[in-house]
């Protein structure tokens, strides 16, 4: 069985997807906006949507500004955006990215904390390792050279501290006794006491264990730092094939790493799509949008242009190298979500090999990923 999951960013991954026809680059900024499309994810049984973010206006140069005015500039926040959506969905998972070099560790715990308690155990969240330099001019600090292999370690550290913080309090930790006038047991809360080379937290959080008990951990593995990372600290891993024997050799470099982890990381591909049912209608519509732009899309995942039954070919002939499914990127939203939802879910449905139904009502379940107890609690 596949599983499907929806990169939501802006208008879409193409730079001019806000021109396009259907497109409400009016809207961008507004909670409707994206509540109707993750309420389009979900009627499509969608496992999860992820939530881009960022701390500098989005660019075509690799550092710094570009100074274009002809793309979208500027997102909302990720966390605050899904915790908008929430309460006006049910089933599908809310994954949003937070930058971890100059966020904090115990504000992201709980901040993914409370999003897990307001969605009842849909949360996850995306440890995203910046790559841009000028984003430390915001803060004031944190301005040295960003150098790969440490900011890969950071982020190590940053997820270890996340998910101890999720961990220190344990599952029944609230007691909220009236009669005794104890509302929480202080020998089930823990302090972490984690002293690393980027940080120093003694916890414990002070938001109560999620009902997920560790929301999913989901890392973006595009180098071998990256598959490292993912192997040691996410439960998936987004990877970007071009063939299906890439997809077998990339599984095996994030599982590599995974060994000795005690985590069974679970890999998603990551595919740019634009949905038509008529063929050569998709082709015909990006090569307008690269007119537009000014160049073709570039992409470090996979461009496909296409039906959704060849779509499913693709996804039928790549997932038995390993691949547990797809993170798919919208070419223009919300013609190529519908075109997941409404053209490729369908056909998967139809060959066997995708739900008709939720199954769970859980993130973590859903992938099949067990519901770990704290570390902390002291057992039986």
Do not use: C, N
């Given at each position: 069985?596949?599983?499907?999951?929806?990169?939501?960013?802006?208008?879409?991954?193409?730079?001019?997807?806000?021109?396009?026809?259907?497109?409400?680059?009016?809207?961008?900024?507004?909670?409707?906006?994206?509540?109707?499309?993750?309420?389009?994810a979900e009627r499509g049984l969608l496992?999860?949507?992820?939530?881009?973010?960022?701390?500098?206006?989005?660019?075509?140069?690799?550092?710094?500004?570009?100074?274009?005015?002809?793309?979208?500039?500027?997102r909302l926040d990720a966390v605050l955006l899904a915790a908008r959506v929430a309460p006006l969905t049910s089933a599908i998972g809310l994954v949003p990215g937070t930058d971890t070099r100059h966020a904090e560790p115990f504000?992201?715990?709980?901040?993914?904390?409370?999003?897990?308690?307001?969605?009842?155990?849909?949360?996850?969240?995306?440890?995203?390792?910046?790559?841009?330099?000028?984003?430390?001019?915001?803060?004031?600090?944190?301005?040295?050279?960003l150098v790969e292999s440490r900011l890969n370690a950071e982020a190590a550290d940053f997820v270890e501290v996340v998910r101890r913080l999720w961990d220190s309090w344990e599952d029944d930790a609230e007691i909220r006794d009236?009669?005794?006038?104890?509302?929480?047991?202080?020998?089930?809360?823990?302090?972490?006491?984690?002293?690393?080379?980027?940080?120093s937290v003694r916890g414990p959080s002070i938001t109560p264990r999620s009902?997920?008990?560790?929301?999913?951990?989901?890392?973006?593995?595009?180098?071998?730092?990256?598959?490292?990372?993912?192997?040691?600290?996410?439960?998936?891993?987004?990877v970007t094939p071009h063939t299906r024997d890439h997809a077998a050799d990339l599984v095996d470099q994030v599982t590599a790493t995974a060994d000795g982890s005690g985590r069974d990381v679970q890999v998603f591909a990551d595919l740019v799509v634009f949905l038509d049912e008529r063929p050569g209608a998709a082709a015909e519509r990006k090569v307008r949008l690269d007119a537009w732009d000014g160049g073709a899309l570039v992409s470090d995942a996979?461009?496909?242009?296409?039906?959704?039954?060849?779509?499913?070919?693709?996804?039928?002939?790549?997932?038995?190298?390993?691949?547990?499914?797809?993170?798919?990127?919208?070419?223009?939203?919300?013609?190529?979500?519908?075109?997941?939802?409404?053209?490729?879910?369908?056909?998967?449905?139809a060959r066997g090999e995708f739900r008709h139904r939720y199954d769970t009502a859980d993130?973590?379940?859903?992938?099949?990923?067990?519901?770990p107890a704290s570390r902390y609690a002291i057992s039986p």
């Open positions: 069985m596949t599983h499907l999951a929806v990169a939501l960013d802006g208008a879409g991954r193409h730079p001019a997807a806000w021109r396009a026809h259907g497109s409400r680059p009016r809207e961008l900024f507004t909670a409707g906006y994206w509540t109707e499309l993750v309420l389009e496992d999860f949507v992820t939530f881009e973010d960022g701390l500098s206006l989005q660019s075509s140069w690799p550092d710094g500004f570009d100074g274009r005015l002809d793309q979208v500039r500027g504000h992201v715990a709980i901040g993914i904390a409370s999003l897990d308690h307001v969605s009842r155990g849909r949360a996850g969240w995306r440890p995203a390792v910046p790559v841009r330099q000028d984003e430390g001019g915001h803060f004031g600090r944190r301005d040295d050279p009236v009669a005794t006038g104890r509302f929480v047991d202080r020998h089930k809360l823990h302090y972490i006491d984690f002293e690393g080379e980027w940080f009902p997920q008990g560790q929301p999913l951990v989901a890392v973006s593995a595009r180098d071998v730092p990256s598959y490292a990372l993912a192997g040691h600290a996410a439960d998936v891993a987004f996979y461009v496909f242009t296409g039906t959704p039954a060849e779509l499913a070919d693709l996804i039928e002939d790549w997932r038995p190298a390993g691949l547990t499914g797809f993170r798919l990127h919208a070419g223009v939203l919300p013609h190529d979500l519908w075109g997941i939802t409404r053209g490729l879910v369908p056909e998967l449905q993130l973590r379940g859903r992938l099949g990923l067990p519901r």
